[in-house]
């Protein structure tokens, strides 16, 4: 009995795949799958990100972009008039851009490609938030949590 109940809880435990990176001590790790998970995409990555003006990852969704995949970007508005480098990196590789007008910051750091992946956590993508922040970095691919984030997004 004891048997099937460990069986039991190692499926459920396996049900839905997880890591967590907790930053800046696993920054290259996370970085490397970030990386990973966008040249693995297969068909779309939206991205919602506060701060965006790290460059290594501009570059990965310029090449993932260039193999088929769809890819759109949410900035806050406010943020971007302060740094719109990468911005413009993007919508000149034609990367669809869209910055948010609404009144409310646009906070989030959230990350879903393919529909099957989600990323989401406290760090903005920036070179900084990598190197010196206390930052966390969550890749799930728990279905009801990426629908739930989807829904979110797509009333931003």
Known sequence: MLKIILISFLFVINLYSSEVYLLPKQSDDAESKISELIQEADSEIFIAMY???YKKFANDLIEASKHGVRITV???QKK?????EVLDLLRENGIKTVVNKDKNKMHLKVVLIDS???IIGSTNWTKESFEENYD?????DDKKLILKLKEF????
């Open 153 to 156: 997004v797509s009333k931003i």
């Open 116 to 118: 099957k992946t989600a």
């Open 51 to 53: 701060n965006f003006s």
């Open 74 to 76: 949410l900035f806050d």
């Open 136 to 140: 966390l970095i969550y890749i799930t």
């Open 80 to 84: 971007t008039k302060k740094d719109d």
